[in-house]
């Protein structure tokens, strides 16, 4: 069987006159090989359409460079986590380690002791400068000890003031600025 020129219009990309058309058509009808070769081509001409059209998109490269970008910050966060942990990894082993340096060269009992020992030490302070401020206070006529009473009281009375009003003043705005949002 002669394919020609039937099996060369097979590929032509301009539509083929109507005659010509025809007798592909009917070649076609009578010769397998074609025919599988008009199937096979027109495959690859679907795919290579499909593979043209998923070309990327105008753009594409700006949202990869965005992207680009919160990768890299996402693991600018990762190593600034990583940082922490390590550091708080270290103070904690040199922690453990003074822990067991502590055990090792004085018993737990010492240790206690010691530590026991610190706080009183601290607990002393408070109380001798306590003591102090009293014998200050006893030192003063009364009067003057009440007057300073009153003075303290009202100081500390309008610090609370001012802090409660701050706070409060704060969360106001914290709640006016979150409306304004709306
Ligand atoms: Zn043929």
């Not at 679907?46 to 990869?64: I, K």
Request: with cysteine; aromatic share 10%; glycine share 4%.
């Amino acid at each position: 069987m002669n394919h020609q020129p039937f099996n060369s219009w097979l590929y032509e990309d301009t539509p083929l006159p109507a005659a010509q058309a025809e007798e592909l058509r009917q070649h076609l009808q009578t010769c397998p090989d074609c025919r599988r070769q008009q199937e096979a081509w027109l495959n690859v001409r679907h795919m290579l359409r499909t593979t043209e059209a998923a070309r990327p998109q105008p753009g594409f490269s700006n949202r990869w460079q965005a992207g680009l970008e919160a990768r890299r910050l996402r693991q600018q966060r990762r190593q600034v986590r990583i940082t922490i942990l390590a550091l708080a990894g270290a103070v904690l082993l040199v922690l453990l380690g003074l822990l067991i340096y502590f055990a090792l060269t004085s018993s737990f009992a010492d240790l206690f002791a010691s530590m026991i020992g610190t706080s009183t030490q601290v607990a002393v302070g408070l109380v001798q400068i306590g003591e102090f401020f009293q014998s200050l206070l006893r030192f003063l006529p009364p009067e003057v000890t009440a007057a300073a009473w009153f003075i303290i009281a009202s100081w500390i009375c309008s610090l609370c003031l001012a802090w409660v009003l701050s706070v409060w003043r704060i969360s106001r705005k914290g709640v006016s600025s979150h409306e304004e949002l709306h």
